[in-house]
Nanobody
Framework: EVQLVESGGGSVQAGGSLKLSCTASGFTFDDSDLAWYRQAPGHGCELVSTITRHGDTYYADSVKGRFTISRDNAKNTVYLQMNSLKPEDTAVYYC??????????????????????WGQGTQVTVSS
């Protein structure tokens, strides 16, 4: 069974930090490119950051310099370290994996064709 389980979300004041984790199972994690998306109320799914199977990273302009994505293949886990959080970062955050030929699995409301497997999402709320 394919699973991606996010954790680490919660409420924090502006300027604070949170670290999200996503632990995967049921597919070949080491050969998969990974991503974090977020969905704010009334908005679509926004790409936040990606990390390839080789370790190359990408960040959306809105989070560049504040967020850091990383992966630990031994633990089948991808992380998102979020610093200097702003109220506009408030959203449900989803992890996703691209594993060609592995089918599809959608754990929540954010699930696009760009990635095969998606988690259930975790809420991040940033107050002023």
């Amino acid at each position: 069974e394919v699973q991606l389980v996010e954790s680490g979300g919660g409420s924090v004041q502006a300027g604070g930090s949170l670290k999200l984790s996503c632990t995967a199972s049921g597919f070949t994690f080491d050969d998969s490119d990974l991503a974090w998306y977020r969905q704010a109320p009334g908005h679509g799914c926004e790409l936040v950051s990606t990390i390839t199977r080789h370790g190359d990273t990408y960040y959306a302009d809105s989070v560049k310099g504040r967020f850091t994505i990383s992966r630990d293949n031994a633990k089948n886990t991808v992380y998102l370290q979020m610093n200097s959080l702003k109220p506009e970062d408030t959203a449900v955050y989803y992890c996703a994996a691209d594993a060609p030929g592995g089918g599809r699995y959608c754990g929540g409301r954010c699930c696009t064709a760009e990635y095969n497997y998606w988690g259930q999402g975790t809420q991040v709320t940033v107050s002023s």
